[in-house]
C-alpha cells in the first residue's frame, strides 16, 4: 500500500468517464485546492487514488471492482468532483455582474447530471459553447442520477465538466 508523503493529502473525490463511476482518496500536494485541480498546470496525466471503488458500465449490467490503488488516466475523465460532505469554497463571486445561471442537462455516459452552468448575460449560450476554449468548465447546483442504478442519487454544489467530451441539453426535462 502507498504510504502518504509529509507534503501531500488525501480527497475523496468522484470520477466520471463514458463507461465507468469511480471513487476513492486521490493523492495530491497538501497546497491543492483539489475542486479546481484538473484546470491547473499541475494537473496529472494520471490521477493516484486509493481505496478506489470502480462502478463499470461496459459490460451491460453494472460491475464493482475494489483496487487498493488505481492510477486513472485523466483524458479519459469527464466529470470530477469533491465526494460529499466535503466541498471547497464556489470558484465564482455570486456579485459578479453580467453573469447568470443558466440551467443545462449534462449526459455522461450513462449519468445525468442536472445543474447550472455560470454564462455570461451578454452574449447567447450558443456563442458562448462555440467560443469556449477552456478544457474544464464548472457546473454548479448539481443532482446526478443513473437509470442504470435507480438507487443512486447524489447532491453537490460543484464539479468540472471535460468541456469536449460531454453533451449538453439545454431544454426539455427527463
Known amino acids: 500500500m502507498y504510504t502518504l508523503q509529509s507534503d501531500e493529502k488525501l480527497t475523496s473525490v ?59 488516466p485523466t483524458s479519459e475523465c469527464m466529470c470530477f468532483h469533491l465526494t460529499p460532505p466535503t466541498m471547497d469554497p464556489l470558484d465564482y463571486e455570486s456579485s459578479e455582474q453580467n453573469r447568470l445561471m443558466q440551467p443545462a442537462t449534462i449526459l455522461i455516459g450513462p449519468f445525468l447530471l442536472q445543474g447550472k452552468l455560470r454564462v455570461s448575460g451578454m452574449v447567447d449560450l450558443p456563442t458562448t459553447m462555440e467560443g469556449m476554449r477552456l478544457p474544464w468548465l464548472s457546473f454548479y447546483e448539481i443532482s446526478i442520477s443513473n437509470p442504470a442504478l435507480p438507487q443512486f442519487h447524489l447532491q453537490v454544489p460543484m464539479a468540472l465538466l471535460s468541456t469536449g467530451h460531454v453533451a449538453y441539453g439545454l431544454v426539455g426535462t427527463v
Do not use: C
Open 14 to 72: 468522484m470520477i466520471y468517464s463514458k463507461d465507468a463511476l469511480v471513487r476513492g482518496e486521490v493523492v495530491t500536494k497538501n497546497n491543492i485546492m483539489v475542486s479546481r485541480w484538473l484546470r491547473t498546470q499541475g494537473a496529472p496525466t494520471f490521477m493516484h487514488l486509493l481505496k478506489a471503488n470502480v462502478v463499470g458500465f461496459s459490460s451491460g449490467s453494472p460491475r464493482v471492482y475494489n483496487f487498493d490503488e488505481l492510477y486513472f
